[in-house]
């Protein structure tokens, strides 16, 4: 099984920016659709944004143009570049590839607060 690793949250001021990292260990990697979601106590978890493998990427309406997802197939990694960040923001956030077929890892936890 596969068991995505996320690193990079923390605590932000809204405004402020944050960089996700999330390593997936499968060399199988670069074939796969990887996607950034997120989660608050008390909701389902939500798709944020993907990246397919020839770098197209999509986003859900609430953070185009502030959250950018990129990807690097040689060391099987994934990241989210959360820049303009708002209180909405806060949540767990977790890295899967878009079929949702790895092992879901920890998560890392985003606050964003003043």
């Known amino acids: 099984q596969v068991r995505p690793v996320e690193s990079g949250g923390g605590l932000a001021q809204p405004g402020g920016s944050l960089r996700l990292s999330c390593a997936v260990p499968?060399?199988?990697?670069?074939?796969?659709?990887t996607a950034w979601y997120r989660q608050t106590p008390g909701t389902e978890r939500e798709w944020v944004a993907l990246?397919?493998?020839?770098?197209?990427?999509k986003y859900i309406d609430s953070v185009k143009g502030r959250f950018f997802i990129s990807r690097d197939n040689a060391n099987r990694m994934s990241f989210l570049q959360m820049n303009d960040l708002k209180p909405e923001d806060t949540a767990v956030y977790y890295c899967?590839?878009?079929?949702?077929?790895?092992?879901w890892g920890q998560g890392t936890q985003v606050a964003v607060s003043a």
């Open positions: 899967n590839n878009f079929a949702e077929s790895w092992e």
């Open positions: 499968t060399d199988s990697f670069r074939f796969y659709t």
């Open positions: 990246v397919d493998i020839a770098n197209s990427e």
